[in-house]
């Protein structure tokens, strides 16, 4: 143990009122030790920041805001914090120990089947829908940031780095410090502009590419080569680097990776909803050849001239990079353990997730359209114009969380159900764009949750539904069509 090594990595050391069991791991900014809070008996995830961070009282105040509003998420899916504060001259969050594995470490073995990863990419969504909702953005979505627990439920990790949307210059952050792996961060980011909710929605797409690959959206070898690709290269796509994939997961990865924030999905939720429809999206038809006309002769189609795209890196860019590389920040998997609530130095053992039983969502039959057509693809008429009003229906043996598209047409969260739900919306105040959407999650310790959704119109007609029975269900009812 060097001078410069804390005491208390020592088992069954004493710091205020916590005895520390065993190191979990260590940090650019402090320790996560299992512990246990004699005061309420029970064991706990204790992150000790570095103590040089107790000494700036300017930090201890940006730690103190954060911490109270990292507090606040209700989210299953993000870990509890019980308490923060200050002791012995440390600052410090005490939270809920979370069993289970980094998805790093998961997605180091091999890629996860789709399914299952767009199940992991939706409970990452709501986590960060209740922080956006909250005016935080996380900054900080990666695999490692990840913990998959038993039966795959998702928590994700680190809102200690979190940054209030309403407080750009004094986000919690090391002094002169680029928050946040390089390759999940979107490209305004480099720049130094203000990350908002859109820059982890670029994150969680990287997530969702990584999960279906194993490999980061981008190949990039050097720190250079990495910025120049968020701001001008093409992600690889999911089905070229795992063929059999359905190209409709390349649209959902490309568009949120946009280049431009406004590109992207307007929230993490539309993101994991078009996941969740592509992956039942049906397979691309190859198209007929025209039939070639008797006079057409030699006559060769006129080429469109590419467009060379020429990027150019803003100097905000170039100053990012300066401290990166100042800061020391490694592009590479970190090949030992990485600090994160409910790992331990020693790989977990691989853990095979109980079976999920799902159905795909159903959709309703195509009626003939107005305009001459023989299915909704070919009629252009908005939701509202087809129906007066939709009908949500849950059916649920446990508590769940639940959000839908209102009479405004706009994704709303509702508070928490008990049982069985049923809500009519009219469609009157529905935009043209404005799409029927029903989303809910649910859990037990039991393992025996089932949950369904549906959505029917006015007339009775079902539009979609879907069931899953597992120990946490998650299902989502859209249609973009309708």
């Known amino acids: 143990m060097t001078s410069d090594t804390p005491k208390t990595e020592t088992g069954g050391a004493m710091i205020g009122p916590y005895r520390l069991e065993h190191l979990l791991g260590r940090g650019g900014m402090g320790e996560v030790h299992r512990a246990f809070d004699t005061r309420r008996s029970r064991t706990v995830a204790l992150k ?26 209700s989210s299953p899916h993000v870990v509890p914090i019980h308490d923060f504060g200050e002791i012995d001259g440390r600052l410090f969050l005490d939270m809920r120990l979370i069993e289970g594995r980094g998805l790093d470490e998961i997605l180091a073995e091999a890629p996860l089947e789709p399914a299952r990863a767009v199940a992991i990419v939706g409970q990452i969504a709501e986590a960060l829908a209740d922080a956006h909702g909250h005016g935080l953005v996380h900054r900080d979505v990666k695999p490692s940031n990840v913990i998959v627990g038993p039966s795959d439920f998702v928590y994700l990790l680190d809102f200690g780095i979190s940054r209030s949307l309403d407080d750009v210059d004094t986000a919690l952050t090391q002094a002169g410090a680029t928050v946040g792996t390089l390759a999940y961060m979107a490209p305004e980011r480099f720049e130094g502009g203000k990350p908002d909710a859109r820059s982890d929605i670029y994150a969680l797409g990287c997530v969702l590419a990584e999960c279906l690959t194993s490999r980061r959206p981008f190949d990039a070898t050097s720190l250079p080569s990495l910025m120049r690709a968020h701001f001008a290269s093409q992600p690889a796509l999911p089905s070229v680097a795992r063929p059999g994939l359905s ?179 009219p469609t009157g105040g529905w935009g043209k764009d404005a799409t029927p959407s029903l989303h809910a999650t649910s859990t037990s310790s039991k393992g025996d949750t089932t949950l369904t959704c549906t959505i029917t119109d006015d007339k009775g007609a079902v539009v979609v539904t879907q069931t899953k029975a597992t120990a946490h269900a998650a299902v989502i009812c859209l249609s973009f069509n309708y």
């Open 48 to 73: 000790l920041l570095s103590p040089q961070f107790a000494q700036d009282p300017q930090y201890r105040e940006r730690f103190r805001r954060e911490s109270h509003n990292a507090a606040a998420l």
């Open 247 to 425: 190209p409709a997961l390349d649209g959902v990865v490309l568009r949120a990776l946009a280049k431009q924030p406004e590109d992207r999905f307007p929230t993490a939720r539309d993101l994991a909803a078009a996941a969740h429809q592509a992956l039942y999206a049906p397979p691309p038809t190859a198209a007929l050849p025209l039939p070639e006309r008797p006079d057409a002769g030699d006559v060769r189609k006129e080429e469109r001239p590419r467009r060379r795209f020429r990027p150019v890196l803003a100097a905000g860019a170039v100053l990012a990079l300066l401290v990166a590389v100042g800061a020391g920040v490694a592009l590479g998997r970190v090949s030992t353990t990485q600090a994160a609530v409910g790992t331990s130095a020693t790989p977990a053992p691989t853990t095979v997730a109980a079976p999920i039983a799902t159905t795909a969502p159903t959709i309703a039959p195509a009626t003939a359209s107005p305009n001459g057509g023989s299915g909704n693809i070919f009629d252009t008429r908005s939701a509202k114009e087809k129906t007066s009003s939709f009908t949500y229906t849950i059916e649920t043996n446990y508590p769940a969380l639940i959000g839908y598209t209102d009479a405004r047409g706009d994704q709303v969260s509702s508070s928490q159900i008990d049982g069985p739900w049923t809500l009519v919306v």
